[in-house]
């Protein structure tokens, strides 16, 4: 609100000076003879007759402080007009950074559902493919599978289960599985991984140390020519 009532008297401020000036210019010509014919005015406002030479300086005085605070009230005035300029800008340039932000903000959220639906779109496959090694990454936070396959990995669903807790990752598509069935850890929030093959699916379950664990969010699926990492998140944290 304040900003609005800055505007406005800006604006007032801008009308009454163009309005004087216009009239100026209009009668005088330009400031300077306005300023002589002021001081002429001034100087003729009493009779010589009626005025000692005491009283002629005191008007001379006097016309001459109205020129100089007429010439100090258009510096102030130009120069709360610059304030106010400036502040405006500034306000504006606020503006529009937000707007800038908020656009920011809606471009990653499409480039992020882009992303995600290119990486649940079908890929194409060259028939049965293999498993054919399985490494882990593991920290506190997280645990990231690797899987090697000797195919492009088609399209992976995932779900949750619950008593115990456990996420379940499908390779969907004919999968042949030549690395060990059960993975065991003692040193991480997941205590199993177990590998399993069906005729449409390779099947990644992830069994959490906490069988009362919260279910967490889809995790992070990595794409590569030759496999596919999968990011599980500890949901205990």
């Not at 009454?16 to 003879?33: I, K, N, P, Q, S």
């Amino acid at each position: 609100m304040a900003f609005y009532r800055r505007f406005y008297i800006l604006l007032f401020l801008i009308w009454l000076g163009a309005t004087a000036g216009v009239f100026v210019l209009t009668v005088w010509g330009d400031l300077g003879t306005f300023l002589t014919d002021f001081q002429k005015i001034a100087s003729a406002g009493m009779e010589p007759s009626d005025m000692n030479a005491s009283d002629v300086d005191a008007i001379a005085r006097a016309a001459d402080k109205a020129v100089q605070e007429s010439q100090m009230a258009k510096y102030i005035v130009r120069r709360e007009v610059s304030r106010e300029v400036l502040s405006i800008e500034k306000n504006v340039k606020k503006v529009f950074r937000i707007k800038d932000s908020t656009t920011d903000a809606a471009v990653e959220t499409l480039a992020r559902d882009r992303e995600a639906a290119l990486r649940d779109q079908p890929r194409p496959d060259s028939g049965t493919g293999e498993l054919k090694a399985l490494t882990f990454t593991k920290t506190s936070a997280r645990m990231t599978a690797h899987l090697s396959t000797t195919r492009i990995v088609d399209k992976v669903t995932t779900f949750w289960m619950s008593h115990p807790t456990r996420l379940v990752v499908d390779l969907r598509g004919g999968w042949e599985n030549v690395v060990s069935r059960t993975h065991t850890f003692t040193d991480s929030f997941i205590s199993r991984v177990v590998i399993g093959t069906q005729p449409d699916r390779l099947r990644v379950v992830f069994n959490f140390q906490d069988t009362k664990a919260p279910q967490g969010e889809r995790p992070d699926l990595i794409y590569s020519d030759n496999g596919l990492d999968i990011v599980v998140d500890n949901t205990a944290k």
